[in-house]
């Protein structure tokens, strides 16, 4: 396999990515995830930044991880670099998410929709990661 740099303009495109979906999931599932956490909106007027700067650090070596291990394992294919973000996502995001939720006693729907974009997001960036090349 032949090695090849960090493309730091798909990282940061996946960065985008994983700022962008959960605006929109969150948005179209507002309702059902405050219900199941017995949130008002109220609760949002003064939300500290410091979430959307951990969202964005957290991206960033989500991205930079699963770029490497799509280069280790030699994904260059859209398909196959979706279905390998999509099953770690699925693997290592949403049954975690299902087992906590589970243990905490919340509602399946939150399950769902905490679990779900990640896992929506882990199949797009390993899509960019793996057609986007230096």
């Known amino acids: 396999?032949?090695?090849?740099?960090?493309?730091?303009?798909a990282i940061i495109a996946c960065v985008v990515i994983a700022q962008v979906v959960p605006m929109i999931w969150y948005g179209v599932f507002a309702d059902p995830w405050m219900e199941g956490n017995h949130f008002t909106r109220n609760d949002?007027?003064?939300?500290?930044?410091?979430?959307?700067?951990?969202?964005?650090?957290?991206s960033?070596?989500?991205?930079?991880?699963?770029?490497?291990?799509?280069?280790?394992?030699?994904?260059?294919?859209?398909?196959?670099g979706f279905l390998t973000g999509l099953l770690i996502g699925f693997a290592f995001v949403l049954m975690q998410t299902a087992t906590?939720?589970?243990?905490s006693h919340r509602v399946l729907t939150l399950t769902f929709i905490d679990?779900?974009?990640?896992?929506?997001?882990?199949g797009l960036m390993g899509l960019i990661l793996?057609?986007?090349?230096?």
């Open 60 to 80: 960033f070596i989500q991205a930079w991880v699963l770029a490497q291990l799509l280069q280790k394992i030699g994904v260059r294919k859209a398909r196959t």
């Open 100 to 103: 906590s939720n589970l243990f």
């Open 130 to 134: 793996a057609v986007w090349r230096k």
């Open 44 to 58: 949002f007027k003064d939300t500290s930044p410091l979430p959307y700067v951990v969202s964005l650090i957290s």
């Open 115 to 122: 679990g779900g974009y990640p896992t929506i997001v882990f």
């Open 1 to 9: 396999m032949e090695s090849q740099r960090t493309n730091w303009l």
